[in-house]
């Protein structure tokens, strides 16, 4: 059994393994990189020969069969029906040599996962508040088109020019369906409970953790203090305390959803 497990994996391992730079795909899209492989595909940046424009190409991956192939349709389907400036436009979905794609604008920028990370850059409160309403922007546009986007994180948020861009719609659900079985093993590690049908406040949850990876950025532990409750590390001002705990469902939470929650941003950032 775990030797079939291991040449399982090995299998995969080949058949996933990434094109070269330079390969051409469909006869039009010239991979330049890879910028990332996630669990059911892998993502390029191409240059889009018909046009000469740069673009994000998502493959399946093959090792994960006909699930990775819909995981990218249904993206493709999400996608297809938002239209914001801070969302990538879906530009073409196709199947070329028995692997699915999609390719979407490219957003040339940082996400903020690496703006932390790899930068070391730190965000003042203000600053947290600007981009977390900022980002406001296109979550309320995927609810106000009846969907959620279901995976806002640092990872999937790209500054390019000081503004946010919102990306990868893998996750994104219709309001009120259940998360996709197959896909449970794959959140067995997040927080929130799985089996709730889509709803905004799972949104505006995630943005609460958002904020908080945000917040940290710029917390500098104490000398020999053992670790603490956010609550008492990040000395926050009460309102935005208050927003968190509220966000994090430690309070009641945001019921009229994500607008309600820009106002509450919008007052805290008046009284800054
Ligand atoms: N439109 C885009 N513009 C710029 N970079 C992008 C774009 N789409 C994806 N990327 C980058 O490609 C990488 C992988 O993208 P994405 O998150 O969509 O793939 P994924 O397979 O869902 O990955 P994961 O499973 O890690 O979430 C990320 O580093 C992301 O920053």
């Known amino acids: 059994m775990e030797l079939q497990r291991s040449w399982q994996r090995f299998v995969g391992l080949w058949t996933d393994r990434p094109r070269r730079e330079g390969s051409l795909i469909s006869g039009r899209y010239r991979i330049q990189e890879l910028l990332g492989m996630g669990s059911y595909g892998l993502t390029y940046l191409c240059i889009d020969e018909l046009n000469g424009e740069e673009v994000a190409l998502k493959e399946s991956k093959p ?76 979550v309320v546009h995927v609810h106000e088109r009846g969907y959620i986007h279901g995976d806002v994180r640092i990872p999937n948020v790209i500054l390019r020019d000081e503004r946010v861009h919102l990306i990868d719609f893998g996750l994104a659900r219709r309001m009120g369906e259940p998360l996709l079985p197959e896909l449970k093993r794959r959140m067995r590690e997040l927080p929130k409970p799985e089996d709730e049908p889509a709803a905004p406040d799972q949104d505006l949850q995630d943005l609460g953790h958002f904020l908080l990876f945000m917040l940290y950025s710029a ?33 009641p939470g945001y019921t009229e959803g994500a607008p309600e929650l820009q106002a509450e941003i919008e007052h805290l950032l008046d009284s800054c």
């Not at 073409?92 to 040339?108: D, L, M, N, Q």
């Not at 409750?229 to 309070?251: A, D, F, I």
């Open 63 to 138: 090792s994960k069969g006909r699930l990775s192939a819909r995981l990218l349709e249904r993206e493709a389907d999400v996608m297809r029906r938002m239209d914001h400036p801070a969302i990538p436009k879906l530009l073409h979905a196709f199947i070329y040599k028995k692997r699915s794609y999609i390719s979407t604008e490219y957003i040339r920028g940082e996400t903020l996962e690496q703006c932390i990370f790899e930068q070391g850059r730190k965000y003042t409160e203000q600053e947290c508040l600007l981009l977390a309403l900022q980002l406001l922007e296109p």
């Open 219 to 251: 917390y500098e532990p104490e000398k020999g203090k053992a670790p603490a409750s956010w609550q008492e590390e990040l000395k926050l001002t009460p309102g935005l305390h208050h927003m968190l705990e509220r966000l994090l469902g430690l309070r």
